[in-house]
């Protein structure tokens, strides 16, 4: 697909749509989302946890990992040669 077409899909012209890919211009989220969608990719969003809510689970899961029986196993033993 050109420039031309990708930007008449995504209801811009092409100039303005050059000066995006050149770093010029910057589209606004809806513009951008726009030229996602003409390009024919469907964005798809995941949601980020709090870093207080990450925190706290992962304080969960280390106090159940020191919970867990710990059962060292012997170190194997190396033989050396004398030269």
């Known amino acids: 697909m050109t420039q031309a077409q990708l930007a008449a899909r995504a209801g811009i012209v092409a100039p303005v749509l050059s000066a995006y890919e050149r770093g010029r211009r910057e589209p606004g989220a809806d513009t951008f989302l726009r030229i996602i969608a003409a390009a024919g990719f469907e964005p798809r969003w995941q949601s980020v946890l709090d870093p207080t809510v990450q925190g706290r689970r992962l304080a969960d899961v280390l106090r159940l990992a020191d ?17």
């Open 67 to 83: 919970a867990l029986p710990h059962r060292p196993r012997p170190m194997p033993r190396m033989h050396l040669r004398s030269a």
